[in-house]
C-alpha cells in the first residue's frame, strides 16, 4: 500500500499518467506500429541508395549498406534488427543544403521527428542552432531526413526535384497545380446554367419552365402540387429568374451587409452592457 500511494503521488505530481481516451490511442497505435516501422525502414532503405549514387550528395550516414563503415555496421546490426528510418546527408554547402529543404514539398521541415509523415531539418540553422558553432560537432550543411510511410517513389521523386532545384535546374511545375480535374463538377454552380435534370439547347439557357421541369426540381406533379397551399412560397418560375439574375443578388447582398455589421455591433454592445450591471 506504500509504495501505491508512492506511485499515485508521482504520477498525479508529474503527469505521468495517461487519461482514458490517450490510453485507448496508445493501444490502438501500438498494435500497427510494427507495420508501420517496416514500411519506413523500407523506404529509408531505397532512399539511402538513391541518395548515395546522386551527384549532388557528398556523404550520406545511413546504418545500412553504402551508409556506414563495416565496422559500425556491425556493432548496429548487434544492437537492431533494422536499420530505422533516419538518414543523414551532407552537400559541401550550406546554402545548397538550405535551398534543397526549401525545396522539398513532400518532405515537410520541421524540428521533432517521429511520425508516420516523412520529415526533413538542418540541425545547425534549427534544432541545434542555439549550441555555439565551435561546440557543435555537426557540419554546417547537414541534413536530416526522417522518412515516413508514403509510397518511396514519390518520395524519391520530391528529393530528386529538390536536388535539380537547389542546383538550380528548371523544375517543371504542373499546370494549375492539381493531378486531376473534375469538368462536370464546377467548385461554383453557374447560375446561368439550368438546373441539373432540365436539358436545354446551347441557346435555349433562360427559356420557361416545362412541366415536367417542374416535376424535376419540385418531385411533384402538377396535380400533387394543386393540391398545395403554396401561398406565401416562391415557385420554380421565381427561383429561376434569381438564378439567372445574379449581379442583383450580389448587390442586394452587398447592400444588406451594413445591416449586417450593425446587428453584430449592436449585439455586443447589449452583451457588454448585460455584463456591466452583473459586475455591480
Known amino acids: 500500500p506504500g509504495l501505491a500511494h508512492r506511485v499515485a503521488f508521482l504520477q498525479n505530481a508529474e503527469g505521468t499518467a495517461l487519461a482514458p481516451f490517450e490510453c485507448f490511442l496508445f493501444l490502438r497505435g501500438i498494435k500497427t506500429m510494427h507495420l508501420r516501422v517496416e514500411r519506413a525502414q523500407a523506404n529509408a532503405e531505397r532512399i539511402a541508395a538513391f541518395l548515395i549514387q546522386h551527384s549532388k550528395v557528398k556523404e550520406v550516414y545511413f546504418p545500412g549498406r553504402g551508409g556506414c563503415d563495416s565496422m559500425s555496421l556491425v556493432v548496429h546490426r548487434s544492437q537492431a534488427s533494422g536499420q530505422g528510418s533516419m538518414i543523414s546527408l551532407t552537400t559541401g554547402s550550406v546554402e545548397f543544403s538550405r535551398r534543397f529543404c526549401d525545396a522539398c514539398k513532400i518532405f515537410k521541415t520541421t524540428v521533432s521527428f517521429g511520425s508516420v509523415n516523412s520529415l526533413i531539418e538542418m540541425p545547425c540553422t534549427m534544432s541545434h542552432a542555439s549550441i555555439p558553432a565551435e561546440k557543435r560537432t555537426l557540419p554546417d550543411d547537414l541534413i536530416r531526413l526522417s522518412c515516413g510511410i508514403e509510397d518511396v517513389e514519390d518520395l524519391i521523386a520530391d528529393l530528386a526535384q529538390a536536388l535539380d532545384s537547389a542546383a538550380g535546374a528548371h523544375v517543371p511545375q504542373a499546370k494549375g497545380g492539381y493531378d486531376s480535374r473534375f469538368k462536370d463538377l464546377p467548385v461554383v454552380p453557374n447560375p446561368g446554367l439550368p438546373a ?85
Open 196 to 280: 441539373r435534370g432540365i436539358s436545354a439547347g446551347p441557346k435555349d439557357v433562360t427559356r420557361t419552365p416545362s412541366d415536367s421541369d417542374r416535376e424535376v426540381v419540385t418531385g411533384l406533379t402538377n396535380t400533387e402540387a394543386e393540391s398545395l397551399d403554396l401561398s406565401g412560397h416562391r415557385g420554380p418560375e421565381e427561383a429561376f429568374e434569381d438564378l439567372a439574375d445574379a449581379p442583383t443578388l450580389r448587390s442586394s447582398a452587398a447592400s444588406a451587409l451594413p445591416l449586417l455589421v450593425a446587428a453584430v455591433g449592436g449585439a455586443a454592445l447589449a452583451l457588454a452592457c448585460q455584463r456591466a450591471l452583473r459586475s455591480r
